[in-house]
């Protein structure tokens, strides 16, 4: 056999597998085409175009035609990734879904026309094609994150705790201001810390701007300034009196006769005297 009759081969036999492959496909797709077309359940979504005020709580809906314990499955414009998915009833009746959007996929996915592009599709229960992609965009108005300021809701102050920390934080992490509806009653620094004046009541506004990748967001603080209550009397004296006890450096006086450290009530004051 010479070179040119086993190249001929070779394209013929080459030629052959291209066309098999080609009718296999074929059928395939015809087989898929069928078994849609004798109800096979369909998937569809209420909007092909979604637009949303911002990234968060973007929500996708659609129905399925007949439940039959499928999983829907939101894909990533990728055809893929799996960004959410929900089961659906198994009695065979129509089915609603909702598929939430991650807001981080929505951040960095849009294209030049600021869309996102999604698409929905339903498995079996082992996990294979069910039905159709069912593509969709999401259009992104405000394409920054929400962000919250953890503080606590309330704080009183009175004669004998007049300074506190409020300890707020912005989930962002980007800097807080403050400011208060009342300075006469209690001011309030910018570290967060605020300060009785006298007896009343006031609102601290806690507030972060936002920047370029985050909306302001704001919180208030309902500040109490009271006088102390008897009990709290008590109790700060007994705290007093504790600390007192176990503070080895502490100064009992400075007249004769006082110690310069040691603790007073628990007998180890010993130290030399001073005199004044």
């Not at 709580?57 to 990728?78: E, F, P």
């Not at 294979?128 to 994150?145: E, G, Y």
Request: aromatic share 6%; proline share 2%.
């Amino acid at each position: 056999m010479n070179n040119t009759t086993r190249n001929r081969i070779l394209e013929l036999t080459a030629l052959f597998m291209i066309t098999v492959t080609m009718i296999m496909t074929t059928c395939l797709m015809v087989g898929l085409e069928n078994a849609y077309a004798l109800g096979v359940p369909k998937v569809t979504v209420d909007e092909s175009s979604l637009t949303s005020d911002s990234i968060d709580n973007v929500v996708v809906t659609g129905t399925v035609s007949q439940g039959k314990g499928q999983t829907v499955v939101l894909l990533a414009s990728d055809e893929e990734t799996v960004l959410s998915q929900i089961t659906v009833g198994s009695d065979g009746k129509k089915a609603n879904f909702q598929l939430r959007v991650p807001s981080l996929y929505l951040v960095g996915n849009q294209n030049s026309n600021g869309k996102v592009g999604i698409y929905v599709q339903s498995l079996s229960a082992s996990g294979i094609a069910a039905s159709r992609m069912v593509p969709a965009t999401i259009t992104i108005k405000d394409p920054k994150q929400s962000q919250t300021i953890n503080a606590a809701s309330s704080v009183t102050l009175t004669n004998l705790k007049t300074t506190a920390k409020l300890g707020a934080k912005a989930s962002s992490g980007l800097k807080l201001t403050y400011k208060s509806s009342n300075s006469q009653v209690v001011s309030v620094k910018s570290n967060g810390e605020i300060k009785r004046k006298k007896n009343g009541n006031a609102i601290i506004t806690i507030t972060q701007a936002g920047n370029g990748s985050y909306l302001p967001a704001t919180k208030t603080v309902a500040v109490t300034c009271r006088k102390s209550t008897t009990k709290e009397q008590i109790d700060g004296a007994v705290d007093w009196a504790v600390k007192i006890a176990n503070d080895n450096s502490f100064t009992y006086g400075t007249g004769r006769g006082a110690h310069h450290n040691g603790c007073y009530f628990c007998g180890t004051n010993y130290g030399p005297r001073k005199y004044m």
